[in-house]
């Protein structure tokens, strides 16, 4: 059981680590500011993310021998897991805009 746990927890770092590389990503961040969205949100986003990915190892092991800690991973885990599904979502509508935008220049260049 404790080994499971860990392996679900080691799952929760990998996430946080690949949510912070995706919204480091230069494709997002263009998309962000192409939107005229406040970058210093994503920023912000990093930042916590960043704090978070720190005190996780920390929790890890606590979680073997203190309930409340156990109880927070796996509420962190189900957040995190909304997060990843939410930059997923941007990512998508990024990749129609995109194709959008290219079939456009597509059809002008042959004009």
Do not use: Y
């Not at 194709?99 to 456009?104: A, K, L």
Request: aromatic content about 4%.
């Amino acid at each position: 059981m404790m080994a499971l746990a860990m392996v679900g927890e080691a799952l929760i770092s990998a996430c946080v680590e690949a949510l912070i590389k995706r919204i480091a990503s230069r494709q997002f961040r263009d998309f962000f500011s192409s939107r005229k969205l406040n970058i210093s949100l994503l920023d912000e986003l990093k930042t916590t993310l960043l704090a978070l990915s720190a005190v996780l190892n920390d929790a890890e092991e606590k979680q073997i021998t203190e309930p409340a800690v156990k109880e927070w991973l796996d509420e962190l885990r189900d957040a995190v897991l909304d997060a990843e599904d939410l930059l997923d979502e941007i990512n998508t509508h990024a990749l129609r805009c995109k194709g959008v935008g290219e079939s456009t220049k597509f059809v002008t260049k042959r004009e």
